[in-house]
């Protein structure tokens, strides 16, 4: 019987773990808002890169174990310094720009990050990145000839309704967490785009 009770309680914390890390991280949010938002940006941003990696491999069907662990590593940099503080103040700017009730301020905040936000993001991603990987100033050019118009089209029409609901609906402090989730397969679309 002692193993069985024993086996039931270890069951029981299992199920608060989850609790208990969410609980954690809505006090380092309340905390460390920045920091908190910055951290989870570059986690989940290496771990974007890391998915289109493996990506990449299935459709070529390479079997061996190697990744580029210089990828995740730039991702990782930029999600940390760019992303979660950019995104924080930007949310935070629009929240007060924009209040929620202002007439139409759902289309208002949308056409702001759409129109405004977007396009200077992805910018600033392929800048930060061709610095990161060592390039020069006309590979820069070439990319943003090359690649931004198509990820620009594509990044508003995978993003225009994650973000709808994000500046719409979720609640502030959970906005750049929510983008993150998305960008997790975001972040691998722009990866396969450099290969």
Known sequence: MAPAASRLRAEARLGTLPRRALSRYLLLLRLYPVLT???TSGI????GNFLAQMMEKKR???????LDVSGPLRYAVYGFFFTGPLSHFFYLFMEHWIPPEVPLA????????????????LMLFFLIMNFLEGKDASAFATKMRGGFWPALKMNWKVWTPVQFINVNYVPLQ????????VALFWYAYLASLGK
């Open 44 to 47: 989940l941003s290496a771990l």
């Open 174 to 181: 959970f906005r750049v967490l929510f983008a993150n989730l």
């Open 106 to 121: 759902g289309l208002k905040r949308l056409l702001l990050d759409r129109l405004i936000f977007a396009p200077a993001f």
């Open 60 to 66: 070529k069907k390479e079997n061996s174990r190697s």
């Open 37 to 39: 938002k910055a951290a």
